[in-house]
């Protein structure tokens, strides 16, 4: 899901990121346990963004730690 009205996440940095996920998730559990039904849904399309791009930027991380990572099989020998 999408919401137009959601900042643009890719300018934030990781700590606000998580703590942003923190919170709306703290919201989502109040919300949930008052039986705000329709609060909780708008929470978790905002929280399905925050998540989004979180593992986003996990991925990317990951691809530059395997790039940095084949480097190093030329100086591994494993044939012994």
């Not at 959601?6 to 709306?24: F, G, R, S, V, Y």
């Not at 930027?57 to 012994?80: A, C, G, S």
Request: one cysteine or more; a positive charge; proline letters at 1%.
């Amino acid at each position: 899901m999408f919401n137009p009205l959601l900042a643009d996440l890719t300018k934030i940095k990781n700590e606000q990121l998580e703590e942003k996920i923190t919170e709306l998730t703290k919201k989502f559990t109040i919300a949930a346990r008052s039986g705000q039904g329709s609060v909780c849904q708008q929470i978790q399309i905002i929280l399905e963004s925050y998540r989004a791009e979180q593992q986003r930027r996990y991925d990317v991380e990951m691809k530059k730690q395997l790039k940095q990572n084949k480097n190093l099989d030329d100086f591994i020998n494993i044939d012994n």
